[in-house]
Nanobody, 124 residues
């Protein structure tokens, strides 16, 4: 069982920045690929970014490439999402997720555990 707790969301103006954190329980965090997803009002959950177990490889949705950066600190059991140059269309609840087996993917159904989410609101 893995518990994930997101933090760092909030209200920011267009062009601003936020850093989300996701703290994981357990001693095997380093064995999990991690991902960030988001769900905007009235829309389906969508992939944002993911990272391999060791942190050496990252993947991004086209909508956030060049603006968001995913990273992890396995010593702290934490994965981060640095979000820069935020836009109103980035407004959503952001979720982190872990995948016990295999590399990170863009498909939400392939992740095993999810956090409760943190709200990000970007005002225009």
């Amino acid at each position: 069982q893995v518990q994930l707790v997101e933090s760092g969301g909030g209200l920011v103006q267009t062009g601003g920045s936020l850093r989300l954190s996701c703290a994981a329980s357990g001693r095997t965090f380093r064995n999990y690929a991690m991902g960030w997803f988001r769900r905007a009002p009235g829309k389906e959950r969508e992939f944002v970014a993911s990272i391999t177990m060791g942190g050496g490889t990252t993947f991004y949705a086209d909508a956030v490439k060049g603006r968001f950066t995913i990273s992890r600190d396995n010593a702290k059991n934490t994965v981060y999402l640095q979000m820069n140059n935020l836009k109103p269309e980035d407004t959503a609840v952001y979720y982190c997720a872990s995948r016990s087996f295999g590399p990170p993917t863009t498909r939400a159904g392939e992740y095993d555990y999810w956090g409760q989410g943190t709200q990000v609101t970007v005002s225009s």
